[in-house]
Structure formats: structure tokens, C-alpha cells
């Protein structure tokens, strides 16, 4: 909305802001109350005729004592404005609407945001430079996986992918806005997110508010399962268009995303999947695009962007942690070190059967990787490609996994969350190790199968020490404690992690 | 023997060169008549006194209708002097020696050359820019394993380490000329290269012959089993001294060692283990030692020197292959095409436990390990560090093989050898392979399990396939023939290959 246009309605609103503010309208709002970090939903009728995302404007700022936040609203179809907002804080809030339309403008109200019901810890941040956690303290651990286009497959299909993430270790899920045309991806959508002709051609100046509906939907279904939406902006594999909209339609879409969006805790934004493959995107359209969403996002959502061939800078302000594909994880030391960022390989191939080499590795594979990246100090997200008579291949439909990773990843994400609260940093051994000097140590010996070694750790244990299976899931204790320098007898036997933790 | 003082003796020498090649001296040899590629050695008898290494310059040429091949002969002790000469073409070559004493000086004689015995098959070169061969068009496939300082452990281990070599499937051994002293190596050596004084001072201008005859002996008996010498002339491991002598020692060693063993055609020249870990040395000395290897040695062995953290300049033109310490089978291609040389991952890590990393890898994962190299058009090499009561661990002392990757080496090998006679050379695709465009393509996928491949081979086939499971050691034909687009189920299982032939 911020166009020359809007710029001047901006000015007109600010000007109207001291009388607005003590204005009693009536309330528009859904409810009164709301918990913290839940959405609150204010609808209007506005509106219908013309081209409303074009011509409406529509915002709101949201006051509690001090604080101002400013969220914009979405025109919904039919008449329909809405405008949502996630409260940060417990207590009594106040809003004003504005807009360049009589309909939507001056309209106040207040409601109570109440404490978060079980299972809401708010958004994931970032915390301790190279990790995450919770808004409300707890640790959050990003073990992710990818099913690019679940949410294009239809009713049937995109509840059996919920029935099955429910059973799933995975607390983030990449998947794209857009529809996807690839390989074992021909299937047209349900719905597409512009309006278009009957020949297909899209009128890119009006959105498609049932695509975005039901994108939401999907997103609360995430979120009541406790799965980050690791939602990919743009991407480079499709036949409709929307891979090279002109600028003004980029813009406008990711400003309508935003609006419809940011208020749900558990979204984060990727920018795009394989920037580096979108020939018909600059680098300074990257760059414009992370301070659109960095602007109109009030919540300042996860940002980061995943790149093809081609690393985008993550050392730039906008990008929050930086999403890798790739499965050299020896760089992910210099990558912590320089970003100062945390680091997930989201992609570093994927478990399965295709003929694709980023597509058939070895469940022992993604397993011995999963491991190497949280040794280094990193995350690992998981995907999976299983040859399928109707091409329904978990990495991008979703469905059922097939593969033998999984709960392995779940076993591992149990060790992490035993681990520290704070995470585990990279360390620096002969063998990947993660931790925190004198407190926790996390090593994975991979191919190598020492007999026994030295652990030469801070002065400060006792130490008590475990080996780990990854593949075998067990964790062995080692008899008696250990100080300084652990001497530890090992099985001799490769794929083996040790894992070292003061006593208590 | 080239310092000032000899090249005046050599001047003096060049000026009786007419007169000597006429002079008929009785023959001196050991014999007279030897197998092509084998030894003629002449015996005389000298002065004792003084300092004969430095003080006597001994030599001789060798000619064949109009060939000449000048070798230096060497002080073997006790007043006897030895030279010796390995013939590379069969028929009558006469010699003539030179000297700066008179007992040494003009001894003519002659000898007949004859066919090579079974299994003699001469030394080995390199052929077809990646690869080498023998002498006599035979292929030769190096598969090394590493016995750093076998010859240092008296007879009795000595020879269990040649029984185990002939029940082996290598064919090329690194080892040391000079004693070790490392982690599980802490023993004497039964002979020092140079005289000694009670308390342990090194004569460095006294070579001890017995020093060399035995090493000699273990060269002589590699050769009887098939197996090339890959000396190491230099290494870090060293409390002796050997590893910080005065450049003129350095000098006079290389110039001895070169005299005395040239002549065995197993030999290879390996300037040094390890050599920029050895501090002493800068690196105008390694390039001024791979130039008195290249001026001293009439028969021009092979020539390389292996790294630790640093590559010597492999492009340099007195080296004749890449010897690499290193595991990053990646980088074979951009070796391969930029030396153009044959490359050797001589020391890709061991099979063993012991605690040190470069010496616990799994026998799966060297297994994998040589596949990688040579699916990039590269050679890879064998060692072995099990922790043993007695340190006798086969990477250093030899002894006997404990691990599992042996006879999957020897099914590689096997592989190797059942494929084209002039090597298989690095090629384009998505998974590592080499071959011959068009004959012959070895693939190996790793980690990655696709359930079928589309092969893009050229136009020409009909091409057979196997598929081979290098741990299981099982090689199992596809059926029917295939034409240029090869669309191929496999097992979708890790760690197999696929070779792929044109029918005959």
C-alpha cells in the first residue's frame, strides 16, 4: 500500500490521528477476547465494486499503554474487509481502523488479551545467536520437513498429510504459496491466487480470496498441530505465471500475503525456494522484496531465503537465520561464525527411490546428515522421495511417509530437547561436536570407529557420558564419571555419536 | 657425486672415453647374461681406507648398438665396490667403467640380454595421460596399501608381512626408507643408515651398508611377489636425526640411494611423506631433491611426493603422478585435467580403531572410499591402524590384515582389471563414473539409492549392464542389451555400481 498514492493517504490519516483516538465507534470486532500470541479479527463491509486491492486502503493501529502497532487489513472478496492482529501481551487493547474508504475508516474498539492456552508459547525468535526458542521461554529446536505443495492437492489429501505430520516428529514444514509444476507435480490446483479467465489467463490485479482461505486454513491446521509454516514466497518451478510476475504484482502480492498472514504465530517467511533459479528475478528484486515483507510485517516474522546453486548474502540485515541447501556441513562453522546467524540445511537431499540425485539417498544417509549438521552446530530439515504409482511423493504433495528416517530424526530431537535449553554451539574437535564448554558436549564420530579416545574437555566435571546410536536408537550410559580428560572405551563400530554432560 | 671436485674427475673421464671403449679389460660381472628389465651387477674390489663415499667416484655407461645409459655404482664396505643396471632391450651390451681410483677405472665387459622370465613384465610407467602400464604393454592398475616401516622390524615380522603381501590383493607398497618413531612405532630398527657411535651420533658421511643390503633384500623380495616399492625418501617421523641433516648429506643419500636401487624395476621414487610437515626443509629443497632423483636415475621410476596439509605443485615437470594425501574424491576431476597426470589417493585414511582420526575409518567406508576414486577417474590406496596388543598395527609394521576391506579391494580390483587395458577416465554426470565414451562406463552412487537411472550414453551400444554390489562383492548382469538412452531398474539400496559395457 505504500505507492505514491497511498503516501498521500497516509499523510491524511496522520493528520486525523488525535481525534481519532478518543472516538468511541461502535465495535466491529469477531470477539472481545483473545489469548496471547491468538488472533484477533476485526470485519467490515466495504466496498465491492472496482477493484478493491487496488483501491482500498485499509489498516489499523492496535494500542496497549505505550505501545503502537500498526497491521494492515485485506480486502476478503464479496464486501468482506477483515484485519487481524496478534497480541504480544496480556492486558486491555485498543484500536482505530483507517482507510481511504468512509466504510472501513475511524472505526475503534477494544478487546482483552488473556493468557495463551496450553501448547502456545507465542513465535519462534531468534535466540543465543545460532538458535530459536518460543516467545514465552520455551526452546524451540527447528526440525523441519518439506512438502513444497500439500496445500494444492485437495481436501483428502492435505488431511491425510495433517494425520500423518500429527504423528511426525517435524515442528516446521517448508511449503510454497504458489502451486508447483514439476516433476511428479502436473496436477493443476484447486485453486489458483489470482483471478483468471477461462483460457487461464491471470488478471494479476485481483487476488483469489478462496486460495488464501484456504491457504490460512492450512496454516491454523499447522499451528494446532505446533508446526512452524515455513512459507516459500516464490519459486521457479511453474506454468501459470507466477514465477514472473512484473514488479508491481510482486509487490502487491507480498503485501496482501503479509496482511493475511503475519498474524499467525507460527509463520515464518522464506523468501523463495532456489532464488538462484529464478532467472527472471534480480538480486536487487531479492533485496526489495525482503524490505517489503520487513516493512509490512508487524511481527517481524522469521525471514530467510533458500537458494539453488548460488548462496543469497544471509549476512544481510533482513535475513533472520540463514536456510541452506547443501550437505557440506564442515562450512557450517564459518557460516555461524560470519553470519552470526543460526543455520538450517533445510535441503540437503531428500530420503527416497528417484531417479533425481537430490532425491534418492539412503535413510542411513539423511539419518548420518541430520546428525552431522546438529554436531555442527546447525539444523537439518528432512524430505522424502519414494517412487509412488500416483506420483504422491511426501517432498511435495505430502500424504504418508514411507521412509525409515523419520523416526530416527524423532529419536535425535529427543536428544536435542534433553540437551540445553539455550542450544548447542559449534565446538571445535578433531571429530563435529557441538556444546557448551564445561556443560554439554554432543560428538558424532561418522565413518570413524575408534576403539576409544581421549576426550580432552574444560576442567570442571565430573562429566558423565553416554553412547549414542543413532540408527539403533539407544543410548548407552558409560559406568562411573569422568573429569577432564575422558578416556573412553567406544564400540569400535562407525555411525556412532558420544554425548559428554556435567553431572549434577 | 656431483660436486666441484668430481666434475673435474668427470671431465677427465669424458677426454679417455675413445680410448677406453676400445681397451678389452677382463669382465668383471657377476654374470654374464640377464633377463631384460632384470639386474647386471658389477663387483669390484677398492679402496677401504679413508672416507670411500666421498672420496671415490665410481661409474659406469652401458651401450647397445647406439644407446648409451650411464649409472653411478656405489661403495657397498669392506673394499666393495657394486654397480649395477637394469637392460631394457634384449641383445649385447658391452659397459665400461670410470673411476678417480685405478682399481675402479676402465673395466670393460659385456653381457647378453635376454627375454624376461614369467612374470616379468618390467617397470612400470605412465601411460595414457591418467594411467600407467608396464613396460611390456601389460596394464598396470596401482592398488597400494601402506606398511610405513615394515623393513625396520627385523626378519621375523618382515617376512609374516611378505606372506600376508603374497595372499593380498596389492600391488603397490608405501614405504620408508629411513626408521619411524610415531605413535605404536617406538622400537629400534635393526640397522641405521649411517654409522653410529655408541652414544647414538650419526657419521653422516658414512653410509652403513648392511643398512642398505637388507633394504634392498625387501625390495627384491616385492618385486618377486608383483609388488612396486613406493619409497619414501624423507619423512617427519624422526628421532634419529635423519629428518634435519645438512644439505649435503640429504644430497649424497639421495645420489647413494638412487645408485644402489634404480636398477630394481619395482622401484618408485616417493620424495616424501608428509613433506610439508617437515619443517626443516623449505620448498627449493623438495624441488632441488626431485632434481637429483631426475639427473641421478638412468631409468627415470616414478617420481611424486605426498602431502599433509599442503599440495606440492604436482604440475612440476620432474613429477611424474599425483600423490595425494586426502579423501575429497571431488577434487580428482580438477586434479586429473589440470596435471595431467595420474592421480593416487595414497592415503585416503585407514581402516582401523585406533583413536586418532586419520587411522578409525570403517572397512565400509574405505570400501566406499575406493570406489569414489576410482569412479573419478583416480586410484585410491590401502592401510590398515587395528589397535594390537603388540602395536603391531600393518600401516606401520606390517604383519597380518585384520579387516574386512581387503577382499572388497580385490573384488575391485578384479573389477578394475576386467575393464579396459588403458584405464578408465574421469567423466561428466550426475553420479561419480569413469570410463571410455562409447566402451565402457563404471558408475558409483554412494549414498544415493534411485530405483532406476536413465543412463544418457552415446549412439553406438548395444551396451550390457551389471549392477554390482561392492560390499556383498556380487556382480549381477542385467538383462537384455541397451541402446544409448538406458533406462535401468536398479535394487534402491546404497553403496552399489553399475557397470556398463558395449556388447562385444
Redesign the interface.
Known amino acids: 500500500m505504500h505507492t505514491a498514492k497511498s503516501l498521500i493517504a497516509l499523510s491524511a490519516w496522520l493528520g486525523l490521528q488525535l481525534a481519532a483516538s478518543v472516538c468511541l465507534c461502535a465495535a466491529v470486532a469477531d470477539s472481545t477476547a483473545v489469548e496471547q500470541w491468538g488472533v484477533f479479527e476485526v470485519s467490515l463491509r466495504g466496498p465491492a465494486a472496482g477493484n478493491p486491492f487496488l483501491e482500498v486502503q485499509f489498516a489499523a493501529e492496535f494500542r496497549r499503554q505505550n505501545r503502537v502497532v500498526r497491521a494492515d487489513g485485506f480486502y476478503d472478496g464479496d464486501g468482506a474487509y477483515r484485519l487481524r492482529f496478534m497480541p504480544d501481551a496480556q492486558g486491555t487493547w485498543t484500536y482505530l481502523t483507517r482507510s481511504n474508504r468512509a466504510e472501513l475508516d475511524g472505526k475503534a474498539g477494544e478487546f482483552t488479551c488473556g493468557p495463551p492456552s496450553k501448547g502456545n508459547h507465542g513465535p519462534v525468535v531468534v535466540r543465543n545467536t545460532w538458535h530459536f526458542g518460543y516467545a514465552d521461554g520455551t526452546p524451540y529446536f527447528p526440525v523441519g520437513t518439506t512438502c513444497y505443495a500439500w496445500v494444492h492437492q485437495g481436501d483428502r489429501l492435505e488431511e491425510q498429510t495433517l494425520a500423518t505430520l500429527r504423528a511426525a516428529p517435524f515442528n516446521k514444514l517448508r511449503m510454497c504459496v504458489f502451486p508447483k509444476d514439476y516433476v511428479y507435480n502436473k496436477n493443476e490446483p484447486p485453486y489458483y491466487p489470482f483471478e483468471r479467465t477461462a483460457a487461464g489467463a491471470n488478471d494479476l490485479t485481483r487476488f483469489n480470496p478462496r486460495f488464501f482461505q484456504h491457504l490460512e486454513k492450512r496454516v491454523k491446521d499447522l499451528l494446532e498441530l505446533g508446526i512452524e509454516a515455513d512459507l516459500i514466497l516464490f519459486h521457479p518451478y511453474d506454468r501459470w505465471g507466477y514465477k514472473n510476475m512484473p514488479a508491481d504484482a510482486d509487490d502487491r502480492y507480498l503485501r496482501y500475503l503479509v496482511s493475511r498472514l503475519a498474524a499467525y504465530r507460527n509463520v515464518w517467511w522464506s523468501l523463495a525456494n532456489e532464488f538462484d533459479f529464478m532467472k527472471e528475478k534480480t538480486m536487487s528484486d531479492w533485496d526489495r522484496f525482503f524490505r517489503i515483507v520487513q516493512e509490512s510485517d508487524p511481527y517481524q516474522r522469521l525471514r530467510s531465503i533458500h537458494n539453488g546453486a548460488v548462496l543469497y548474502d544471509h549476512g544481510k540485515p533482513w535475513v533472520t537465520h540463514a536456510s541452506i541447501q547443501g550437505y557440506d556441513f564442515d562450512k557450517a562453522r564459518t557460516w555461524l561464525e560470519t553470519y552470526r546467524k543460526p543455520v538450517i540445511y533445510d535441503e540437503c537431499q531428500y530420503e527416497?527411490?528417484?531417479?533425481?540425485?537430490w532425491g534418492?539417498?539412503?535413510a542411513?544417509?539423511l539419518v548420518?546428515r541430520f546428525w552431522l549438521g546438529t554436531a555442527a552446530g546447525a539444523y537439518v530439515g528432512h524430505g522424502e522421495t519414494y517412487?509412488d504409482a500416483d506420483d504422491i511423493l511426501w517432498w511435495s504433495k505430502g500424504g504418508v511417509l514411507h521412509g525409515e528416517s523419520p523416526k530416527r530424526i524423532a529419536f535425535l530431537r529427543k536428544i536435542i530437547e534433553e540437551g540445553l535449553a539455550g542450544g548447542i554451539n559449534p565446538m571445535n574437535d578433531?571429530?563435529p561436536v557441538a556444546g557448551l564448554e564445561g556443560r554439554y558436549y554432543l560428538y558424532y564420530f561418522d565413518?570413524?570407529?575408534?576403539?576409544?579416545?581421549?576426550f580432552d574437555l574444560v576442567k570442571g566435571g565430573p562429566y558423565k557420558v553416554d553412547i549414542i546410536d543413532p540408527w539403533q536408537m539407544t543410548v548407552t550410559p558409560v559406568q562411573g564419571t569422568f573429569e577432564g580428560k575422558l578416556k573412553v572405551k567406544l564400540p569400535?563400530?562407525?555411525h556412532l555419536a558420544v554425548r559428554i554432560r556435567k553431572a549434577e
Open positions: 527416497g527411490n528417484i531417479p533425481r540425485r534418492n539417498i539412503s542411513q544417509e548420518r517412487l578433531k571429530y565413518a570413524h570407529q575408534p576403539a576409544e579416545y581421549e569400535a563400530r562407525p
